[in-house]
């Protein structure tokens, strides 16, 4: 398994991390620990997590995902040879977070998700606390292809930045976190938190945990510069289009036990020309005589700019295909057909 260091820090990941997400909810607990079995066992040595999970997140489950994985590290007493990231949320009107009252990027409701998250997870330090998503008020997944309202929505008691960061400076001097990342971030959110890191509010971004997959490149251009200048990680998540790029959706199929038909939380991948542009991708693969699933997360490893490639599964036969990715060789005859399709449809799913 290829490695690479987390932008300017001294963590060394490897290449595919493991996405967790199902664990606790589609996935039992000794399914989620058969994964990181297999995964650590084909050198990952990556997970990524969030106080959310699992997913679609619910006041009954929430954190089972991590107890999942803090259960993993007491028996395999391996807490030394994991990257653990995790994350902490950001404005909810849901109260099941903060023992019954919403949350924001405040120290109060901060310090109380590292520090359960930290029992949760059975060790005394993270390795990548990262904001889930913004308290500003910004589409999902931060590079909407418009603008819907203008001036640009925000909330008269949002969260200044500066404050927000500065209770990560104190989580880093207290050694409960080692390092800083953020997730579903724009470009302007990004540059803010590296400027006023370099005033010496709070610790330096690390990493960005965006959305990247073959209909959603909106991380391409602007976000890529800004991370390449400033020497920060892309953690890509959602190769596969929650499961819209490995052709079980084709032709509006809905089979049995797949996330959309349990949970109806495919939205993001249903608007307007998606289903015409996730099926000549898949076909593209099949051209290439690959699954689309391998094609898919193949084309994310394939990029320069990602550091690691966040994958994710529900059985092991789709961990196993995920994992491959990283051996497919990429190549001109692919990059070019990709580009084709790109051209003529854009980002469909931002």
């Not at 640009?152 to 409960?176: Q, Y």
């Not at 020497?231 to 199929?253: F, I, N, R």
Request: aromatic residues 8%; negative net charge.
């Amino acid at each position: 398994m290829e490695l690479c260091r987390l932008g300017r820090t001294d963590l060394v990941v490897s290449r595919t991390c493991l996405g967790t997400m199902t664990w606790g909810q589609q996935n039992t607990e000794a399914e989620g620990h058969a994964q990181l079995d297999v995964a650590f066992g084909r050198g990952v040595n990556f997970l990524d997590t969030a106080e959310m999970y699992p997913i679609p997140p619910k006041a009954e489950t929430q954190g089972r995902t991590e107890s999942c994985i803090g259960n993993w590290m007491q028996l395999k007493k391996n807490r030394d040879q994991v990257v653990l990231a995790t994350k902490v949320i950001g404005r909810t009107a849901n109260d099941w977070f903060r023992d019954g009252r919403p949350s924001k990027l405040v120290r109060a409701d901060i310090e109380d998700a590292v520090n359960k998250s930290l029992r949760r997870l059975q060790t005394d330090y993270i390795d990548l606390y990262q904001i889930h998503f913004p308290e500003r008020r910004i589409a999902w997944g931060a590079n909407p292809t418009r603008v819907e309202e203008w001036p640009m929505p925000r909330d008269e008691d949002e969260t200044p930045i500066a404050e927000t960061l500065g209770v990560f400076a104190d989580l880093v001097r207290a050694g409960k976190i080692r390092h800083f990342g953020v997730s579903n971030e724009s470009s302007w959110g990004l540059m803010r938190y590296l400027f006023e890191s370099e005033q010496g509010t709070g610790p330096r971004v690390a990493t960005i945990q965006n959305a990247y997959n073959l209909v959603n490149r909106t991380f391409e251009v602007n976000l890529a510069e800004v991370c390449d200048r400033e020497e920060v990680a892309l953690l890509a998540y959602s190769p596969l289009a929650q499961g819209y790029l490995t052709g079980k959706y084709d032709h509006g199929a809905r089979p049995a036990g797949s996330r959309t038909q349990l949970f109806n939380r495919g939205q993001r991948y249903q608007t307007p020309n998606a289903a015409e542009t996730l099926l000549a991708y898949n076909e593209l693969a099949r051209s290439f005589g690959m699954e689309p699933a391998l094609f898919a997360n193949a084309f994310v490893h394939s990029r320069p700019f990602v550091a690691s490639n966040i994958i994710g599964a529900t059985s092991l036969e789709q961990l196993d295909m995920a994992l491959r990715s990283a051996e497919v060789t990429w190549t001109a005859e692919m990059e070019t057909a990709v580009n084709a399709i790109h051209q003529r449809c854009g980002n469909p799913c931002p």
